[in-house]
């Protein structure tokens, strides 16, 4: 065991040697054991964007939503660094989308604090909490509009709250071209859907 309460298998994990996790594996090594940081050889790969470790991992029923130690899930991870990909497989083995961290942080929030905006997409699709915020007064669409963020749109288009926080956020010049949008956004939705 190194420093931090690492075993091998972490390093394996990290950087992706698929040969040595399944090596280590049948040598009985621990899938569970948590490091200092609270976390698993399956949290590494997550951690390490290792997609075929990761797929490897869940064969052999690793925990999908185990929290470290900044209260991430593997799909807060995925979400954050923009990874499509991973946060793609994560969801389809069941992975809890709307999963809160300790600063009540879901998947989809932190996607659009770090602007992956293929990733809100899919989160969206997948029935991600789009109100879901770190404060009640602070929902997604209050974060995106306050960066200036494309994932404003596709928030309204999916049917965000524009509540009295996020009037009281915008300017009148830019509230007046946001509620457009939102009511443009809107039109064009309910004509998709006759």
């Not at 979400?79 to 083995?93: E, I, N, P, Q, W």
């Amino acid at each position: 065991m190194k420093e931090g309460g690492s075993t091998p298998i972490f390093l394996a994990c990290q950087n992706g040697n698929l040969d040595i996790v399944k090596f280590l594996v049948e040598s009985k090594a621990d899938l569970e054991h948590a490091n200092l940081q609270q976390s698993t050889p399956f949290y590494m790969a997550c951690s390490f964007q290792q997609l075929d470790v990761v797929k490897y991992l869940v064969s052999l029923n690793a925990k999908i939503d185990h929290v470290g130690q900044d209260q991430f899930t593997p799909l807060h991870i995925a979400a954050r660094r923009g990874d499509k990909m991973l946060v793609d497989y994560l969801l389809s083995v069941n992975a809890n989308i709307n999963a809160r961290q300790k600063n009540q942080r879901t998947p989809l929030y932190l996607a659009i604090l770090w602007g992956h905006l293929p990733v809100v997409e899919t989160l969206l699709e997948h029935k991600a909490d789009i109100e879901a915020g770190e404060k009640p007064d602070i929902s997604p669409l209050h974060i995106a509009i306050q960066r200036n963020s494309p994932t404003a749109n596709i928030l309204l288009s999916h049917g965000a709250t524009i509540d009295s926080n996020i009037e009281t956020l915008l300017t009148n010049n830019e509230k007046d071209e946001w509620l457009l949008n939102a009511m443009n956004l809107t039109d064009s939705t309910i004509n998709k859907a006759k």
